[in-house]
C-alpha cells in the first residue's frame, strides 16, 4: 500500500510561485516514477508533470513547460512541484500519483497511477 500526502497549496496572486510537495511511504520510492495531476472545477483530471525513479529525467505538459519543476528527494521519500507564473486558469486541486505497478518512468498516463494523495487545492487570483 502506498500513502501519499500533498501540502503547499493555497491562494496567490497570478504571476507568482509556489511550492508544492508530495511525501510517500509504502513502497521502496527511489525505485519508481511519481507524477502531478491536476483537476479543476467541472473538468477531468489532467496530467502536469512526472519524473522517472532517478530524478533524470521529467515529462511536463505542454501548458506548464518552461513554468514549472517537478523534482524529487528520495532521502525525504518527497517530490516536488515548483510552479512560477501562475495563471488563474490553473486553479485545481492538484494531486500526487504513484504508479499502479512499479515501473520507474515519468508516465503522462492517468491509467497508469494507482495511488493518489488527498490533493491540495491551489486557488490563482487575478
Known amino acids: 500500500q502506498v500513502h501519499l500526502v500533498e501540502s503547499g497549496g493555497g491562494l496567490v496572486q497570478a504571476g507568482t510561485s509556489l511550492r508544492l510537495s508530495c511525501a510517500a511511504s509504502?513502497?521502496?520510492?527511489?525505485?519508481?516514477?511519481m507524477g502531478w495531476f491536476r483537476q479543476a472545477p467541472g473538468a477531468e483530471r489532467e496530467f502536469v508533470a512526472a519524473?522517472?525513479?532517478?530524478?533524470?529525467?521529467?515529462n511536463y505538459a505542454d501548458s506548464v513547460k518552461g513554468r514549472f519543476t517537478i523534482s524529487r528527494y528520495d532521502a525525504k521519500t518527497t517530490v516536488y512541484l515548483r510552479m512560477n507564473s501562475l495563471k488563474t486558469e490553473e486553479t485545481a486541486i492538484y494531486y500526487c500519483a504513484a504508479p499502479t505497478l512499479s515501473f520507474g518512468r515519468a508516465s503522462a498516463y492517468l491509467s497508469e497511477y494507482g495511488y493518489w494523495g488527498q490533493g491540495t487545492q491551489v486557488t490563482v487570483a487575478s
Open positions: 509504502g513502497r521502496t520510492f527511489s525505485q519508481y516514477g
Open positions: 519524473i522517472n525513479w532517478s530524478g533524470g529525467s521529467t
